[in-house]
């Protein structure tokens, strides 16, 4: 009568990884063979000295030294060999156990990290999620924004054209821009609109952003921002999750009067290491990007050339906290501008 059949296999891996130890055959096919020899050469050996004649008495003693020698030297010869293929057959079965062990370690692994990825997919979702949405109303709003109604033209009366002629005022020439007539763009509202609004419910940052994409130079670069920003948050960067080391309104100002290399190296205070060398990678691989970015580092210069003469200390490093700017010390940093 069999005894009961084990559970598992002993060369197989047990539930928690650990590989049993098979039990080894006493004697293989090794030792057989090497009984064999063993044999077939102590007969073969004493049937020699049987039928070979007496020696002499004077090379008895030695004779019989080169006797046991002639004998057990070939067979002890087959023992060591026999030895060193068991050895050599014992390693490569622990060879192979060890590398299933490594390979089953591996495979948990794999499944625990694909467990804990399948955990977490339902907050990505979510929080893709809301980007989407969050991404659609601002686009629903810039749409809105950018267009306008156009009042018809009121022909001047009589009176109006000779105030006109004979006032004070110059008259203006023939293709005047509408934005050489507005007010310019007060430096709170620009500041507002380049963090952009913070929620769907951020009455003060949509209106700010409204009242920013009326000026042309404004929105050039707030446009830039947006795409630059969007084709970021598709590697998973976010300019929430970035903590850059502000730098001074000095050094801000010094790169506004063109001054480049280590003295405004500390305007690329990214530290994420991660953010930075997910940018490089897109840099590299992917021109859509690289000219979205160098569009932007252009736009961005050009812009805050202008803005640093007439701002204050207060107002550049409250500029510097957007989140226009954090994209731009990541992508600065990248592109080398601070070098």
Wanted: glycine residues 6%; without cysteine.
């Amino acid at each position: 009568m069999s005894g009961p059949k084990p559970d598992h296999d002993p060369a197989q891996p047990t539930p928690f990884g650990v590989y049993d130890q098979p039990k080894r055959q006493m004697v293989t096919g090794i030792e057989i063979v090497a009984i064999l020899l063993s044999v077939l050469w102590l007969g073969g050996a004493l049937a020699y000295f049987f039928v070979s004649p007496p020696q002499q008495p004077a090379a008895i003693g030695v004779g019989f030294l080169v006797t046991m020698l002639a004998v057990f030297m070939p067979v002890a010869m087959i023992w060591v060999a026999a030895t060193a293929a068991r050895s050599s057959r014992v390693m490569r079965e622990e060879s192979h156990r060890l590398q299933a062990a490594i390979d089953a370690i591996r495979h948990a692994y794999v499944t625990q990290q694909q467990r804990a990825t399948i955990g977490q997919e339902p907050s990505v979702a979510k929080k893709l999620d809301e980007i989407a949405e969050t991404a659609r109303k601002t686009e629903t709003t810039l749409a809105t924004f950018s267009t306008k109604r156009r009042e018809p033209v009121r022909p001047a009366s009589q009176t109006e054209q000779a105030a006109d002629v004979n006032g004070d005022q110059g008259s203006l020439e023939l293709g005047t821009p509408a934005e050489t007539l507005s007010p310019p763009l007060p430096s709170d509202d620009f500041i507002r609109a380049l963090n952009f609004p913070e929620t769907a419910e951020d009455i003060d940052g949509f209106s700010a952003l409204r009242r920013a994409l009326k000026d042309r130079k404004a929105a050039q670069l707030i446009q830039a921002a947006q795409d630059i920003l969007t084709l970021l948050s598709q590697d998973g960067i976010y300019m929430d999750d970035l903590r850059p080391d502000l730098s001074r309104p000095e050094v801000w100002r010094q790169f506004a009067q063109g001054t480049r290399g280590r003295a405004v190296a500390a305007l690329g205070g990214v530290r994420d290491r991660s953010s930075l060398a997910l940018t490089a990678g897109r840099m590299k691989q992917d021109p859509i990007f690289r000219d979205a970015a160098h569009h932007f580092l252009r736009r961005f210069d050009q812009m805050f050339t202008e803005f640093e003469p007439e701002a204050s200390d207060e107002e550049i490093s409250a500029l510097s906290d957007t989140r226009t700017a954090r994209a731009f010390m990541l992508l600065g940093r990248v592109a080398g501008t601070f070098d």
